[in-house]
C-alpha cells in the first residue's frame, strides 16, 4: 500500500523558515519523480514543486522560486521542501504527490497518489 505521511508544518512569522519532510512508503521511490502541491484557505490546489526520481531536475512555481528549495533523500524515502523567506500567502495545506513517471513531466498532471497534508500558516 502506497503511504505518503507528510510533517514539519506549524505556526511561523513572516520571513521564517521551514522544512516540510514526506516519508514514502509501499513502492520504489527512487524510480518516480515527486512534487509539492499546496492549497490556501478556500482556494483551489497550487502546484510548487517537482523533482525527478534522481533527484538533479528541480522545477518550481514562481510564485516560490528562489525561496523554496524540493530536495529528497532516496535512500531515506523521503522527499523535503525547506521554505525560507516566508510569507503570509505561503500559508495552506501543503501535500506531496507521486507522480506516475520518472520524469518532472507537467507539474499537476501525472499524479496517482496523494498524502493527507500538513499545515503551514505565516502569520505574526
Known amino acids: 500500500e502506497v503511504q505518503l505521511v507528510e510533517s514539519g508544518g506549524g505556526l511561523v512569522q513572516p520571513g521564517g523558515s521551514l522544512r516540510l519532510s514526506c516519508a514514502a512508503s509501499?513502492?520504489?521511490?527512487?524510480?518516480?519523480?515527486m512534487s509539492w502541491v499546496r492549497q490556501a484557505p478556500g482556494k483551489g490546489l497550487e502546484w510548487v514543486s517537482v523533482?525527478?526520481?534522481?533527484?538533479?531536475?528541480?522545477t518550481y512555481a514562481d510564485s516560490v522560486k528562489g525561496r523554496f528549495t524540493i530536495s529528497r533523500d532516496n535512500a531515506k524515502n523521503t522527499l523535503y521542501l525547506r521554505m525560507n523567506s516566508l510569507k503570509p500567502e505561503d500559508t495552506g495545506v501543503y501535500y506531496c504527490?507521486?507522480?506516475?513517471?520518472?520524469?518532472?513531466?507537467?507539474?499537476?498532471?501525472?499524479?496517482?497518489?496523494w498524502g493527507k497534508g500538513t499545515l503551514v500558516t505565516v502569520s505574526s
Open positions: 504527490a507521486k507522480k506516475t513517471t520518472y520524469y518532472i513531466g507537467s507539474p499537476l498532471s501525472g499524479v496517482d497518489y
Open positions: 523533482i525527478n526520481n534522481g533527484g538533479d531536475t528541480t
Open positions: 509501499g513502492f520504489t521511490f527512487s524510480a518516480y519523480a
